[in-house]
């Protein structure tokens, strides 16, 4: 009841089957974002800093993040590490080199005044430049190349400290510098207090200017270049005991790991998110490129979402299991996860090559999952393909554990390589081993167990069913076997004729096997009007006009079509029982009634032609021609070249008459057909020993002189030897 309320809501949804498909999308979407966000967004652990834990935390999963507060602390050291940046301003010395030459340009003006207006003139310069009389007057009496040559002297020893650069806080002790080099290098000491006195009143500036901009820019360069300090957390690790006191360092671990709700973890999903999308569109293309119809049956692609969404759940369910103390032992764990069973389940519900694609995609999930360890992927994707190969061809059920050994062993190589890539201690390699191979044991076990389920819910025949369906002890074929002994055998044969086909054009040959076995059921509710099943001399149809016979013997698709649906056969199947006539017509039955009629116009070529349809696939198509060509080689008792020809003229009838039009089978593909049918008719239909007329006369006479004594008596009244007597010595 509930199946079918959900059928009649799906249905409901609309019409349009794309519609559908983006539904579909948008749930594998929403599964993968909810799985991934039990992984990446704990529960909520709210405490602040200063605060007393009240409960032990460990960390869910491994991660790598930016330590802010320290990271912030290394900048700023970085930029205090870069001193301030001043500039040279060279129109400075410029500047108090014009002061000086303005200052002695007044004593070269008083040399040009009359003699006796230099002594008041001076005075004016003596409380201006707060010099002695003496030097004054030492100074009045210089002529002016003198008076030059010290100016030139008082510019050097100022230019000479200013062109080291002067910073603001300097200039005073770069004038008492300049004033000490005075009596280093002026003999005269009227020449020294002179000099002196203009170093002193003059207006000092500092010629190394601080650049405010250009050291902000420096210092935040510096903190820039400086990497992020990240800090990692393992699985398992503790952040914090019950009882201890919350620090800064534990608010940012407990952010980081999702437990106090920050943007890290949000942006996590957001990359799952969008990368999720991606593998949608490559899916897309993927079933373009190889045409494959995933996206045409709705409830393949939702077998296929089903087995995405429960491979990644059991992913995530599974690497939340410890097995160890030790972190690296327990992230071995990763290696149980069957994700072989998702691939061989695809490879045998779908298709292989879309097997391939889903262990890659969920082997990439599988990395997420496993803190973005490459390993787990690759193992995970090899062990996969070994599974896919290993139900690529399943004839008998011991194939499941030839798959078990091969996914094992696989899972081995892969783990023992990496684990040696990666110098891992031989401890943890063993754990390793032990869960891949558990893993190649587990995965063919739940792919087996889940396959009657997933078949029936999804109405998806695989080989695997189509092999018991195959079964001689089925209940069906056994009725066919009781109830029409020569229909069976007729069904047989022609499985033999099929089968050996299918390899050359490229058809399943246990679809086609199977197939043949169940196409003639319809004969079961009336046997006796099918030739195979007649025994006696009296055929039922010659009592019949040829349309009722023709309506008879047609009859047997339909019927064949409800014992199908009543025993519940796959539609697979049910195809061969509908179509392995197509729309042939009954040609017996046809001439019959035109020579009884004799009116053509009355005889419709319709009524005596099967319903149909004609075969829709190469598989169907070649139980129609096996069909055929057994039935007729078997009547005309033909061998050598003429059953070769019988062969080619048969299927070429079928190939005038329309009948494998919508098959894809080409004309290549027919001449493979016509020789593998008569290889085995050839083998069951074989020309008979011509014996030389001699051994004819004993054989009718007797076993020979040897064998006279042991021949019985025939009883009386019978020309056959005593049946006992061939068995007395028989225990």
Known sequence: ?????????????GKDPKKRIWILAIVALIGVLVIFATYYLPESFSVAEGEVSPETIEAH???????????????????????????????????????????????????????????????????????????????????????????????????????????AGEVETARKNILDE??????????????????????????????????????????????????????????IGKGEVVTADHIATLKALGYQRSKEPYIMILGIGL?????????????????????????????????????????????????????????????????????????????????MLFSFVVSLYIGFLCDGNVM???????????????????????????????????????????????????????????????????????AYGSLPFLESSFKITTSISLMELGNPSQPLLKELLIKAPGT?????????LAESAADTVGADPILVRVGAYYHDIGKLRRPYFFIENQFRESNPHDKLTPSLSALILSAHVKDGIEIGKKYKLP????????????????????HKAMEETGDLEKVKESDFRYPGPKPQNKETALVMLADSVEAAVRSMHVTGDKLEFAVKKIIQDKLQDSQLEDSNLTLSDLKHITAAFTQVLNGIYHSRIEYPEIV????????????????????????????EGYFEDCS
């Open 182 to 239: 005075v009596y280093l290098q002026v003999n005269e000491s009227e020449y020294v207090a002179f000099i002196q006195a203009v170093y002193r009143i003059m207006d000092l500036e500092p010629n190394y200017i601080f650049d405010e901009t250009a050291t902000k820019t420096a210092k935040e360069e510096a903190g820039q270049k400086e990497a992020p300090v990240l800090t990692t957390v393992y699985r398992n690790q503790k952040i």
């Open 61 to 167: 999963q491994t991660v790598t993040f930016e330590d802010t507060q320290k990271t912030e602390a290394s900048r700023q050291a970085a930029a205090e590490k870069v001193g301030d940046i001043y500039v040279f301003d060279s129109t400075v010395i410029e500047r108090q080199t014009a002061q000086i030459n303005q200052m002695f340009k007044a004593w070269e003006d008083l040399l040009l005044l009359p003699e006796e207006e230099r002594p008041a003139k001076a005075e004016t310069y003596i409380e201006q430049f707060g010099i002695k009389k003496e030097t004054a007057a030492a100074i009045a009496a210089l002529d002016s190349i003198t008076l030059q040559a010290i100016k030139s002297q008082a510019v050097e020893i100022l230019a000479e400290q200013w062109r080291k650069g002067i910073r």
């Open 1 to 13: 009841m509930v199946k079918e309320r959900l059928a009649e809501l799906w249905s409901g949804i």
């Open 275 to 355: 990368f999720t999308l991606a593998i949608f569109y490559m899916f897309r293309l993927f079933l373009n490129q190889f045409k494959l119809k995933t996206l045409e049956k709705e409830n393949q692609l939702q077998l296929l979402v089903l087995l995405f969404l429960t491979m990644l759940a059991l992913a995530r369910l599974i690497i939340s299991i410890d097995i160890s103390a030790e972190t690296s032992i327990s992230e071995m764990i990763a290696y149980l996860i069957p994700v072989s069973a998702g691939a061989m389940l695809t490879a045998i519900l779908l298709d292989k090559r879309l097997g």
């Open 376 to 446: 787990y992927s690759a193992v995970s994707f090899l062990g996969s393909m070994a599974g896919i190969y290993g139900v690529s061809r399943f004839s008998q059920r011991t194939d499941w554990v030839k798959s078990a050994l091969t996914i094992a062993l696989m899972n081995t190589w892969a783990i023992i390589s990496l684990a040696l890539v990666s110098n891992s201690p031989w401890p943890v390699i063993l754990w390793g081993v032990t869960m891949g191979c558990l893993n190649g044991f587990i995965s063919p076990i739940l």
């Open 488 to 496: 069976y055998n007729h069904s047989i044969l022609v499985g033999n």
């Open 696 to 723: 004819l006369q004993a054989m009718k006479e007797g076993m020979g002189e040897n064998e006279t004594e042991h021949q019985q008596p025939a009883e009386p009244g019978n020309d056959n030897p005593g049946i």
């Open 571 to 590: 539609q697979k199947v049910m195809d061969f029982i509908a179509q392995h006539h197509g729309t042939s017509i009954m040609g017996y039955f046809y």
